[in-house]
Nanobody, 129 residues
Framework: EVQLVESGGGLVQSGGSLRLSCVAS????????IGWFRQAPGKEREGVSC????????YYADSVKGRFTISRDNAKKTVYLQMNSLKPEDTAVYSC??????????????????????WGRGTQVTVSS
């Protein structure tokens, strides 16, 4: 059974940093795309970043480019989202999702979230001003 579990969220002041983790258990290999998504109250879900299966290409939403970094440790079955220079507008529930077939950056957008094969429950990130 595949499970995705996020951790690392919390409360941080504006300008601070957090590192989110998404542990993916149950996969028989490492050939899957992991996307990080976020949703704030009253707003649409946004694709924040993803790391693609195959060549491991990465995608970042314009809103986080230069501040967030996604990385993968296959030995630990974990994908990280390092978030620096956090802003109050980054406040949201952050969720990771995994898919065994998506390999293009277009699938990193929020509109494709429910097309992924598996989803975590999310972790809250709150950035105070």
């Amino acid at each position: 059974e595949v499970q995705l579990v996020e951790s690392g969220g919390g409360l941080v002041q504006s300008g601070g940093s957090l590192r989110l983790s998404c542990v993916a258990s149950g996969f028989t290999n490492d050939d899957y795309t992991i996307g990080w998504f976020r949703q704030a109250p009253g707003k649409e879900r946004e694709g924040v970043s993803c790391i693609l299966r195959g060549f491991g290409g990465t995608y970042y939403a314009d809103s986080v480019k230069g501040r967030f970094t996604i990385s993968r440790d296959n030995a630990k079955k974990t994908v990280y989202l390092q978030m620096n220079s956090l802003k109050p507008e980054d406040t949201a529930v952050y969720s990771c999702a995994a898919d065994r077939s998506y390999s293009l950056a277009k699938y990193c957008s929020g509109e494709h979230y429910w097309g992924y094969d598996y989803w975590g429950r999310g972790t809250q990130v709150t950035v105070s001003s």
